[in-house]
């Protein structure tokens, strides 16, 4: 893979993993509120699932921010764009969609349909 495409690619996972970072304190700020007064139980359920929502969302932007940080480790250690299977290239249109992908789009295929045939 050329430089240019590398910086490309570094450039935009850390600005992913920065807008996540900062949108991460948006969230734990805004579920901090202290001690609020709720007159009715549905008020409080609504505010708890939004709350349980939200706590959700936050766990995969934290699997999604370790994947970011690997990657931009690949790339710091020359294997990013390098299939973890075949080890062949992963093609540029693949690494556009999915810059945190470790497998090539036929490896991963051939994963997703054992995975589908055996329920893994």
Excluded: W
């Amino acid at each position: 893979m050329r430089q240019k495409d590398i910086e490309h690619f570094k450039k935009i996972l850390t600005n992913q993993l920065k807008e996540i970072l900062v949108h991460a304190g948006d969230v734990v700020s805004g579920m901090t509120n202290p001690k609020e007064k709720l007159p009715d139980s549905a008020d409080r359920a609504t505010i708890e699932t939004e709350r349980k929502f939200m706590l959700l969302i936050r766990g995969r932007e934290r699997q999604l921010a370790v994947k970011i940080s690997k990657a931009l480790l690949r790339i710091e250690n020359g294997t990013f764009g390098i299939c973890d299977k075949c080890e062949e290239e992963i093609a540029f249109k693949r690494l556009e969609a999915r810059p945190v992908t470790t497998l090539c789009i036929d490896c991963k295929n051939r994963e997703e349909t054992y995975e589908n045939a055996f329920g893994v």
